[in-house]
């Protein structure tokens, strides 16, 4: 049973190697992760970030914030916080929901970027609410405006 296993592993390894080498954003994400975590290749960081950059350049959002966390880390690639800011973004722009969350505690902490609480906190209602940050901007105005004329 053990050794079915590892031949279907190294069956499906093969085949997403294949689709990578055609340039499928899916299974780039997919052997990164596997490189990333260990899962049924060897833990290999510095080729799960080839793997996972490729598939970023194919505006794969997992992808993007995945690489995020590996320059924030410093995992498999030099830590670059300015790079891992730039990837969450791109993810996030992408309609990644953790990586909204990752560009708000980013733009509260000034990792990469610097620090803007306001920015923040759109990004942390845009996490919230499952949205773009465009509609918590909005949103923002809109309150903000409120609150204007009712001051007047």
Aim: glycine fraction near 8%.
């Amino acid at each position: 049973m053990l050794e079915d296993k590892r031949y279907s592993a190294s069956v499906a390894v093969s085949l997403l190697q294949q689709a990578a080498a055609a340039g499928n954003a899916e299974a780039l994400y997919a052997l990164g992760t596997w490189h990333l975590f260990g899962k049924h290749v060897k833990k290999n960081y510095r080729q799960a970030a080839v793997f996972l950059e490729r598939a970023e350049q194919l505006d794969y959002s997992e992808a993007a914030y995945d690489l995020a966390v590996c320059y924030e880390k410093g995992a498999g690639v030099d830590r670059d916080t300015n790079k891992a800011f730039g990837l969450y973004m791109k993810a996030a722009l992408l309609g990644d929901k953790q990586a909204k969350y990752e560009v708000g505690r980013c733009f509260y902490w000034g990792i990469g970027t610097s620090k803007d609480r306001d920015a923040a906190n759109v990004w942390f209602d845009a996490y919230e609410r499952g949205e773009s940050p465009r509609l918590s901007i909005k949103r923002a105005r809109i309150a903000q405006g409120w609150r204007s004329t009712e001051a007047a």
